[in-house]
């Protein structure tokens, strides 16, 4: 999800520079950006279907499993778009970490934050299967500043490589206002299931008794049955941008997962925050810990957390305000095809 809401400022820019963006994913991802893109042309990709397990310490032989079907998903991805951009007469290609979705016809540009992507013992290898990867696009975009102060660190950051970086700052489809504070707490949800629901669960449960007016946006784009909770509690499944951006600020902290799409929100918007990893994601507890090291957030594991951990965070400074900005000059590469 979060690779599909940093779209959105692209998606914006194209529109502004006159373009006619196609959009395509598949799953909740593009179900997000349909709802935020009504008008504009969507097709749906073949789904990498990736499952994630309830333990998750058994997350990387879990992917392994799965390697065959993602690698015949990256085909068929593919062949997707190769028929897209005769049938649609496509300029060029903005890839989200979407392996396949590049061509030789026209320009192709892929956007990550992994250059390096950590697995625990396997990173050298998996970093450098994912750098082959990238290779093969004209240009790779990384959402961060290429010099210190940056917030992907090691992950966004390699000491040699012979890849076309571009580093375009925090992309983020939030702005900061000026609003009155409504809620002591925003928790957050986002991502895989089960992990997903245990965290809901998990969050109900240890902030009952919090003394304090509590808004849950659940996370969920598809309609379920309604869940009990705490008086002090309000929930709601989804969130539109312009909704969860006008939440955000009217919140005094915010609960989430430490995705980068998420750190870059909350940079754009200044806020405090308190960080739970997903159990087993590499990326995400390498991103807390860093980001905690530098008191910036705190942040704990999901079986750990309990409504004391939130007892006194005045040491830590929350993300310092940075502007997002989407610069039309990054284009250049898809005039006149």
């Known amino acids: 999800m979060g690779h599909a809401t940093r779209c959105i400022p692209i998606i914006n820019a194209l529109l502004k520079a006159n373009y006619e963006p196609v959009l395509a994913s598949d799953g909740d991802a593009l179900l997000l950006l349909q709802k935020e893109f009504p008008l504009l042309q969507s097709i749906e ?9 309830k333990n998750g310490k058994n997350l990387r032989f879990k992917l392994l499993l799965q390697l065959p079907a993602i690698i015949s998903a990256i085909k068929k991805e593919r062949k997707t778009v190769s028929e897209l951009i005769k049938k649609e007469n496509i300029a060029g290609i903005i890839s989200d970490n979407r392996f396949g979705v590049f061509s030789k016809e026209v320009p192709s540009v892929y956007i990550t934050h992994q250059l390096n992507v950590l697995s625990g013992k396997t990173t050298f290898i998996t970093s450098k299967i994912h750098q082959q990867l990238i290779k093969k696009f004209d240009e790779c975009w990384v959402p961060d500043m290429e010099g210190n102060p940056n917030f992907s660190g090691d992950l966004g950051h390699l000491k040699k490589h012979h890849l076309n970086l571009k580093y375009i700052g925090i992309l983020s489809r939030f702005q900061p206002k000026e609003l009155e504070i409504k809620y002591d707490l925003l928790l ?11 965290l809901e669960n998990k969050l109900l449960l240890e902030l009952k008794d919090f003394n304090g007016k509590i808004l849950m946006v659940r996370g969920v784009l598809k309609s379920t049955s309604e869940i009990k909770a705490p008086v002090n509690f309000i929930i709601v499944n989804y969130l539109l941008a312009n909704e969860l951006e006008d939440a955000i600020n009217q919140s005094d902290l915010v609960i989430s997962r430490s995705g980068y799409s998420t750190i870059m929100d909350f940079t754009a918007l200044g806020k405090k925050a308190f960080f739970i990893p997903t159990p087993g994601q590499f990326e995400q ?3 807390a810990k860093m980001l905690q090291e530098k008191l910036v957030v705190p942040y704990v594991r999901q079986d750990e957390f309990t409504a004391t951990n ?16 989407v610069d039309l000059k990054w284009f250049k590469l898809f005039e006149g095809k």
Do not use: H, V
């Open 310 to 325: 939130l007892g006194d965070l005045t040491k830590y400074s929350g993300f310092e305000k940075a502007t997002s900005t």
């Open 188 to 198: 957050l949800l986002s991502g895989p299931e089960p992990q997903r629901n245990l």
């Open 285 to 287: 507890e390498y991103l």
């Open 45 to 53: 990709l073949p789904s990498y279907n990736i499952k994630y397990p």
